[in-house]
């Protein structure tokens, strides 16, 4: 009022009194107006809020639900791979010979159910004194229930490399200042793509490949996947060539490539890379000054006659090699413990080495598993009774579902080590085509209810290529799969 008083002073002074009330009246309003539109909003800071902004906060129901970011958008949009459509399919219907016959059987997940008896009996046998009683009775008790080094425990990273050693056969061995523990090898990946590469920057990748690449690499680093094809007349063996093609072809879409990542031995051909071939890739990664993420997670679970060489082996003894040369690896594969998520990086290169360790705050393995892993990996004479072990039982297997398959007529690629077969049934396509493909992975789930994963999940570029894990199967299961794909044939 204040200032509304003296205004219409000066407004009547020149005469007209309705003027005179109109024009400050208006003036009064404005500024009611502005005060209003441009009033502060609440901060953290306001101690209080008072009783006005309440009635406003509560009353304001019209700006739809709370934003979250585009990043948890996109992630949580419903994923359309078959990959996993097919795995919640499963969940929902399982099959169990007994308890439910006709649910989904499972060759579309990695995991190892062939030698659960060798672990099952170890941790009957073991775990109670190794929670509980320390050697010489000495409980560790505090050191399981305080902090202890996120990268992992000095202990465990002895261990780890001791068993990475053995596994790899490596010449020089594995050194544990050179490793850093993670909550699984998909930890491992991506810490490594987030290290090793801006976002919108690419690894280059053989395809096909490890369907879960794309969720580990894409989703948190922003990281691009170039993909680097590779054909059945190879027996889908990467050459330096398609690496070539697939380099330039990045660049001239202007992404920056900063690295190569691989499956060795592969996810999901089951095939092993040759020494040759990783010396060239080395070469070629000098040549154009990028880095290699070697995933090794299946090197112990090689049932053929090939050897297999760690990229560790490779790695020359300069420097400038040694700097570029990544390691992934863990005991979910080739020790059946995918539970315990534990997974590895082993690096050289010490900005690498040191960021992956602050990294891994976020994804650190707990205590108790370290030392019930601690107690396994020392005990020598299971750890190589298991390792033989396994490996006679994944060869079998793997024989047994070759051998049955083809039986029936359908072949399946040459394959050496890891979980899967890589089944051809080209010749069961309706169309030699993706949509074709989709089609008989879509009957396969739900007339024959097996579920596998289709090349196209693992971006293989020719239509009728399938993956399916022989390692959670059991003897008899395999006629019934076998009778089921007949409901296919037949259609
Ligand atoms: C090639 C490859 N890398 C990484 C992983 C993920 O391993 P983890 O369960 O230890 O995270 C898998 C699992 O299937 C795999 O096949």
Redesign the pocket.
Known sequence: MRLIVPLQGVVQGRGGLILGSFIPCTLFYLLQLYLKRNRRPPTHLDPTPSTTDLTRTSSRSSLGPVQVSLRAESIANPNPSAYYVGWSKYLEDPYDRLANPDGIIQLGL?ENRLSFDLIEKWMVDNLESVMVGGVGGISRIDEMLLYQPSDGMLEMKKAMANFMSLVMRTTTPFNPSHLVLTS????A?EMLSFCLADQGNGLLVPTPY?P?FDRDVIWRAGVELIHVHCCSSDNFSPSIDAFEQAYRNARRHGIKVRGVLI?NPS?PVGNILSKEFLYSLLDFAKNKNIHIIS?E??AGSVYGDEEFVSMAEIVGSTDTDKQRVHI?Y?I??DLSL?GF???VVHSFNETVLTATKRLARFTTVSSPTQRIMISMLSDSSFIEEYMMTNKDRLKKMHQLLVSSLRLSGIKCNESTAGFYCWVDIRHLLGSSSEKGELELWHNLLNVAKINTTPGTSCHCVEPGWFRCCFANLDEGDIPVILDRILRVVNL
Not at 184 to 187: C, Q, S
């Open positions: 990695s699984g090898a998909t930890a990946i490890y879960g499956s996810n995933d997670i299946y992934v863990g979910s594969k995918p998520r534990i997974g």
